[in-house]
């Protein structure tokens, strides 16, 4: 998991994007607070290439909150075998964006994890940030 | 590689290379309008309530991938959209062009020299028949050749000569289901005036394998050609609609 510092400042954003041949879908969502372990969706879109920034939480302060972010990677019939679906798992990897910006250290990238299925041509990427 | 050309006895080294591109393809408006709606469907589904909730609630994320494929309206709505992106376009050109070099044969004191070369020009004119099935088609083809070959052999003087030919001509193909039934006649002008009717058969037993048949009159054959049998393998004609078109659909 990720951590940074925001404080009081507000409103926080993250930016996500990516360059890709699968169709691709971002879900943001933040900690329930009154349900621990569940995340209310704040936002679910089709991922594109140039992607725009979006508040966390409405804007408000979000010091103490978790923000999970996952995009869903769809290669349907592009990939014909495994090496062609890995080449292309990397080329989604490298071209993915995910940054947040706003509190004490300004603009920071998001490390993520990434799950694939080949026999579903399928692949997650999952980031986790607890803010501070 | 080696082979005898169909001049030599015995089997010869060459070197070739060749390359194809599709130049042009065009896809109905129809077919352009039903992706749209399918991706648009799919697209609504996959930010639906539903699929969000599994999306940021299920764990581990790895988790997702068993359970996304496993809804019942995920496998339809893909499975419409994976159905209308098979098809194949309306119309398509495609060119290619190749050429082996001769790398010389020592026992008959040939050198290394000009083999062949070849520039095709084909078109595709293809109606979806979706009335009667699905997979049906009907298919107009044309086809431009320019052949220039090296390798004719003198067998007096003993050495290779180059004839130059152009071929052109047409081809119907009916496709249903698994069965193709088709017929071409191509004309042959040039050092060489011949022609070339064939008729065929094919039965895809699967994307990978086919089975062909075929009938006819070859070039420069003095009777009727016929094929009873033959096997490919290693195929795979997949269509795709192209841009403009949603993110992920090729």
Known sequence: ?132 | MDGTFEVFERPQAYVSIGLRTRLLKIISGKDYHDVLKAYNEYEEFMVSPEVTDIMLNVSPARSILDSIPKLKKYQDTKAVLQDIIKRKPLFAMDIAAAYSHFMGDESQNLGDGFGRFGVWLSTDLAFHTSSVNHNNYLHFYGVFRYLRDGLNLDTESNTLFTINNIDFGGKVEIEWKKFSLAFEYIAREGDISTSRTMGTVRYAVTNKIALNGGFGENFMSNEDTITIFGIQWGLESKASLKAPLPPGIR
């Open chain 1, 1 to 132: 998991m990720d951590f940074h510092e925001v404080g009081v400042n507000k409103p926080i954003k993250i930016k996500v994007s990516i360059g890709t041949e699968a169709s691709a879908f971002t879900y943001i969502g933040i900690n329930d607070l009154s349900n621990p372990g569940k995340y209310i969706p704040e936002y679910a879109f089709g991922t594109k290439p140039n992607g725009g920034w979006r508040k966390v939480n409405k804007g408000e302060t979000v010091s103490g909150r978790r923000i999970r972010i996952r995009t869903f990677l769809d290669f349907f019939d592009i990939v014909n075998n495994k090496p062609e679906f890995e080449l292309a798992i990397k080329r989604a990897q490298q071209n993915y964006i995910l940054i947040l910006n706003g509190g004490n250290q300004g603009l920071k990238n998001l490390v993520f994890d990434t799950s694939s299925s080949f026999e579903t041509k399928s692949a997650i990427l999952h980031s986790e940030v607890q803010l501070t």
